[in-house]
């Protein structure tokens, strides 16, 4: 495996000139309606796919799919030239889709290596020079690329154990053992994805009424004496309120009426 990726993970993507960074609690700030806004924000993932033509960024190697496009800076695709050269093409107008000379055809080696194959039926390679071509008829070990996912980065290790890049010429390399600025690259899909059926629903609505408002419980109690308390009025009006639509309000009045109950005792 290449020395990059088994820095990797034995730790972090080291990059240049990183500073070690402190952890950061995560705010919870709470919405009108009682909810968090602790969940995926699904909005920016639509703007970026609408961004770049509908080509949404791959985030796991499982996702990798047939048909992709690689970019480096924003809305710049590395390109195909019929010379079997690889080099960064134009930048694409907002909204607008990898050109087709920018697409290529992916080829999962194993559950860390690919390869990739241009428009022209040839495989990438890496060179002696450390250039990247796409002349290769067959795929061989110098064919082979392993993505590294990251902390919501991504960079590419070639058989040079190399990251992938791009020279001031604007030519495909794989010059540097170390991931900086211009080794950070995403790599997009146009493949139809399969919609979570729960992606619209908040985390706390769902389930059970009984396993909602367990939930809802748990995100604002402070559990300084390590008791869940849950209401223990009937769970006919969670019902109701689940089935029209205000489930967050009739939870916070339960919650705030077993609050005054016990201030009263």
């Given at each position: 495996?290449?020395?990059s990726y088994s820095m990797v993970k034995?730790?972090?993507?080291?990059?240049?000139?990183?500073?070690?960074?402190?952890?950061?609690?995560?705010?919870?700030?709470?919405?009108?309606?009682?909810?968090?806004?602790?969940?995926?924000?699904?909005?920016?993932?639509?703007?970026?796919?609408?961004?770049?033509?509908?080509?949404?960024?791959?985030?796991?190697?499982?996702?990798?799919?047939?048909?992709?496009?690689?970019?480096?800076?924003?809305?710049?695709?590395?390109?195909?030239?019929?010379?079997?050269?690889?080099?960064?093409?134009?930048?694409?107008?907002?909204?607008?889709?990898?050109?087709?000379?920018?697409?290529?055809?992916?080829?999962?080696?194993?559950?860390?290596?690919?390869?990739?194959?241009?428009?022209?039926?040839?495989?990438?390679?890496?060179?002696?020079?450390?250039?990247?071509?796409?002349?290769?008829?067959?795929?061989?070990?110098?064919?082979?690329?392993?993505?590294?996912?990251?902390?919501?980065?991504?960079?590419?290790?070639?058989?040079?154990?190399?990251?992938?890049?791009?020279?001031?010429?604007?030519?495909?390399?794989?010059?540097?053992?170390?991931?900086?600025?211009?080794?950070?690259?995403?790599?997009?899909?146009?493949?139809?994805?399969?919609?979570?059926?729960?992606?619209?629903?908040?985390?706390?609505?769902?389930?059970?009424?009984?396993?909602?408002?367990?939930?809802?419980?748990?995100?604002?109690?402070?559990?300084?004496?390590?008791?869940?308390?849950?209401?223990?009025?009937?769970?006919?009006?969670?019902?109701?309120?689940?089935?029209?639509?205000?489930?967050?309000?009739?939870?916070?009045?339960?919650?705030?009426?077993?609050?005054?109950?016990?201030?009263?005792?």
């Amino acid at each position: 495996m290449a020395d990059s990726y088994s820095m990797v993970k034995g730790g972090k993507l080291k990059l240049k000139g990183q500073k070690q960074k402190s952890k950061k609690h995560k705010s919870h700030k709470r919405k009108h309606d009682g909810s968090l806004t602790d969940a995926p924000d699904k909005t920016k993932e639509r703007e970026d796919t609408s961004k770049h033509g509908g080509w949404w960024e791959i985030k796991k190697f499982a996702d990798i799919a047939a048909n992709v496009a690689i970019e480096f800076e924003d809305n710049t695709y590395i390109t195909a030239l019929d010379n079997g050269g690889l080099a960064l093409g134009p930048t694409r107008k907002v909204g607008e889709a990898p050109d087709p000379a920018e697409i290529f055809t992916t080829i999962k080696v194993n559950e860390t290596k690919i390869a990739f194959k241009s428009g022209y039926g040839k495989y990438w390679g890496v060179e002696a020079d450390g250039k990247v071509v796409g002349v290769a008829e067959a795929m061989g070990s110098r064919e082979q690329f392993e993505p590294v996912f990251q902390d919501g980065k991504l960079a590419i290790s070639g058989c040079n154990n190399c990251f992938l890049s791009y020279d001031e010429e604007g030519r495909i390399v794989c010059l540097s053992r170390t991931a900086g600025p211009k080794e950070m690259l995403r790599i997009r899909s146009s493949a139809a994805r399969e919609r979570d059926p729960l992606e619209d629903i908040p985390k706390e609505d769902q389930g059970s009424v009984k396993e909602a408002e367990i939930n809802y419980v748990k995100k604002f109690q402070s559990f300084q004496d390590r008791r869940l308390r849950v209401s223990e009025a009937d769970k006919k009006d969670l019902k109701k309120a689940k089935r029209e639509g205000d489930l967050h309000e009739v939870m916070l009045d339960r919650r705030e009426k077993m609050k005054a109950d016990r201030y009263c005792k």
